[in-house]
């Protein structure tokens, strides 16, 4: 079970922040279907990195005695069970 770095959050979501305005900085006629997809995109790593973490501190998550195939199931969003 791993622990949640808080840090490495506050850090991706500064990056993303800046993503964004230079993004807009270099898109300055970017209509509002093209904003909401460079947000949306950007959101989809912050809450990828969010899940992995927050899967990662479960105890649930702890694959050390699992077969190869189990820790992919597990990976991909199983629970104890299915391999």
């Known amino acids: 079970m791993g622990q949640i770095d808080e840090r490495a959050w506050t850090e991706l979501n500064g990056a993303v922040q800046q993503e964004l305005v230079a993004w807009r900085a270099a898109h300055p006629r970017a209509t509002l279907a093209e904003i909401e997809a460079a947000v949306a995109a ?4 912050v809450q990828a990195q969010y899940l992995r973490d927050l899967v990662a501190a479960s105890p649930l998550a702890d694959m050390a005695g699992l077969s190869g195939a189990a820790r992919r199931w597990r990976r991909a969003g199983g629970t104890s069970g299915g391999c």
């Open 42 to 45: 950007a959101l989809a790593r």
